[in-house]
Protein backbone atom coordinates (compact mmCIF):
# COMPACT_ATOMS: atom_id res chain seq x y z
CA UNK A 1 0.00 0.00 0.00
CA UNK A 2 1.24 3.38 -0.70
CA UNK A 3 1.12 6.59 1.79
CA UNK A 4 -1.92 9.14 0.99
CA UNK A 5 0.57 11.99 1.84
CA UNK A 6 4.05 10.87 0.26
CA UNK A 7 3.32 7.93 -1.78
CA UNK A 8 5.85 5.99 -0.52
CA UNK A 9 5.79 2.17 -0.43
CA UNK A 10 4.53 1.16 3.24
CA UNK A 11 3.44 -2.62 4.37
CA UNK A 12 2.31 -0.89 7.83
CA UNK A 13 -0.55 1.23 8.22
CA UNK A 14 0.58 3.92 10.49
CA UNK A 15 -2.47 6.11 10.03
CA UNK A 16 -6.06 5.32 11.11
CA UNK A 17 -9.14 3.67 9.09
CA UNK A 18 -9.16 7.19 7.27
CA UNK A 19 -5.65 7.92 6.02
CA UNK A 20 -3.03 5.38 5.26
CA UNK A 21 -0.09 6.67 6.48
CA UNK A 22 4.10 6.40 6.48
CA UNK A 23 5.73 6.03 9.32
CA UNK A 24 7.29 9.35 8.54
CA UNK A 25 4.34 11.01 7.86
CA UNK A 26 2.92 9.60 10.77
CA UNK A 27 5.36 10.77 12.86
CA UNK A 28 4.00 14.72 11.86
CA UNK A 29 1.87 16.33 14.11
CA UNK A 30 0.45 18.67 11.18
CA UNK A 31 -0.64 15.73 9.00
CA UNK A 32 -2.16 13.45 12.20
CA UNK A 33 -4.43 16.59 12.86
CA UNK A 34 -5.10 16.90 9.44
CA UNK A 35 -6.22 13.16 9.76
CA UNK A 36 -7.84 13.06 13.10
CA UNK A 37 -10.34 15.98 11.65
CA UNK A 38 -10.78 14.04 8.14
CA UNK A 39 -8.89 16.56 5.79
CA UNK A 40 -7.25 13.81 4.50
CA UNK A 41 -8.77 10.99 2.96
CA UNK A 42 -7.52 7.81 0.77
CA UNK A 43 -7.37 8.04 -2.69
CA UNK A 44 -10.09 6.26 -4.48
CA UNK A 45 -9.48 2.29 -5.14
CA UNK A 46 -12.14 2.34 -7.99
CA UNK A 47 -14.32 0.04 -6.11
CA UNK A 48 -15.09 -3.43 -5.22
CA UNK A 49 -11.90 -5.52 -6.88
CA UNK A 50 -12.97 -7.80 -10.21
CA UNK A 51 -9.64 -9.17 -10.63
CA UNK A 52 -8.79 -12.94 -9.70
CA UNK A 53 -7.60 -13.35 -5.68
CA UNK A 54 -4.67 -15.99 -6.59
CA UNK A 55 -4.39 -16.33 -2.80
CA UNK A 56 -7.73 -17.44 -2.30
CA UNK A 57 -7.95 -19.39 -5.71
CA UNK A 58 -4.65 -21.51 -4.41
CA UNK A 59 -6.35 -22.01 -1.18
CA UNK A 60 -9.37 -23.39 -2.57
CA UNK A 61 -7.44 -25.83 -4.51
CA UNK A 62 -5.47 -26.68 -1.49
CA UNK A 63 -9.06 -27.44 0.46
CA UNK A 64 -10.29 -29.28 -2.42
CA UNK A 65 -7.13 -31.50 -2.66
CA UNK A 66 -7.80 -32.06 1.48
CA UNK A 67 -11.20 -33.19 0.79
CA UNK A 68 -10.60 -35.23 -2.03
CA UNK A 69 -8.01 -37.15 0.52
CA UNK A 70 -10.58 -37.05 3.23
CA UNK A 71 -13.18 -38.75 0.41
CA UNK A 72 -10.13 -41.13 -0.51
CA UNK A 73 -9.55 -42.24 3.40
CA UNK A 74 -13.43 -42.59 3.92
CA UNK A 75 -14.30 -44.13 1.09
CA UNK A 76 -11.36 -47.01 1.90
CA UNK A 77 -12.68 -47.37 5.29
CA UNK A 78 -16.03 -48.03 4.21
CA UNK A 79 -14.98 -50.68 1.41
CA UNK A 80 -12.45 -52.17 4.05
CA UNK A 81 -15.25 -52.63 6.80
CA UNK A 82 -17.57 -54.19 4.68
CA UNK A 83 -14.41 -56.83 3.12
CA UNK A 84 -13.35 -57.17 7.13
CA UNK A 85 -16.58 -58.26 8.00
CA UNK A 86 -15.84 -61.90 8.46
CA UNK A 87 -12.42 -60.81 10.37
CA UNK A 88 -14.27 -59.71 13.44
CA UNK A 89 -15.11 -56.79 15.71
CA UNK A 90 -11.50 -55.44 15.99
CA UNK A 91 -11.11 -55.35 12.32
CA UNK A 92 -14.26 -53.73 12.02
CA UNK A 93 -13.93 -51.07 14.47
CA UNK A 94 -9.92 -50.30 12.70
CA UNK A 95 -12.02 -49.42 9.48
CA UNK A 96 -14.67 -47.53 11.22
CA UNK A 97 -12.19 -45.63 12.50
CA UNK A 98 -10.86 -45.23 9.50
CA UNK A 99 -14.10 -43.91 7.87
CA UNK A 100 -14.33 -41.21 11.27
CA UNK A 101 -10.68 -40.04 10.11
CA UNK A 102 -11.82 -39.54 6.20
CA UNK A 103 -14.82 -37.77 7.63
CA UNK A 104 -13.18 -35.06 9.89
CA UNK A 105 -10.07 -34.70 7.36
CA UNK A 106 -13.25 -33.50 4.70
CA UNK A 107 -14.57 -31.37 7.68
CA UNK A 108 -10.94 -30.14 7.87
CA UNK A 109 -11.01 -28.93 3.84
CA UNK A 110 -14.37 -27.27 4.21
CA UNK A 111 -13.18 -25.18 6.77
CA UNK A 112 -10.10 -24.34 4.90
CA UNK A 113 -12.48 -23.33 2.09
CA UNK A 114 -14.99 -21.31 4.46
CA UNK A 115 -11.97 -19.63 5.70
CA UNK A 116 -10.82 -18.24 2.68
CA UNK A 117 -14.17 -17.42 1.43
CA UNK A 118 -14.40 -15.41 4.61
CA UNK A 119 -11.00 -13.60 3.99
CA UNK A 120 -12.05 -12.76 0.51
CA UNK A 121 -15.55 -11.12 1.68
CA UNK A 122 -13.54 -9.01 4.28
CA UNK A 123 -11.75 -7.37 1.93
CA UNK A 124 -14.13 -7.02 -0.51
CA UNK A 125 -16.04 -5.15 2.64
CA UNK A 126 -12.91 -3.18 3.23
CA UNK A 127 -12.58 -2.00 -0.38
CA UNK A 128 -15.99 -0.69 0.04
CA UNK A 129 -16.07 0.78 3.11
CA UNK A 130 -12.83 2.44 2.02
CA UNK A 131 -14.39 3.79 -1.26
CA UNK A 132 -17.41 5.16 0.72
CA UNK A 133 -14.92 7.71 2.63
Not at 26 to 36: G, K, N, T, Y
Not at 109 to 119: D, F, L, P, Q
Request: a negative charge; aromatic letters at 4%; glycine letters at 10%.
Amino acid sequence: MKCDICNAETGINYGNSNAVLCNGCSSSEEIMDQVAAGLIKPAPTGGPSTTVDFSTQSTHKIALLISIIGWVVFSLGAVGSLLMLSGGPPAVLTCVGFSISGLLIIAAGEVTKSTAENAAHSREILKIMRDKT
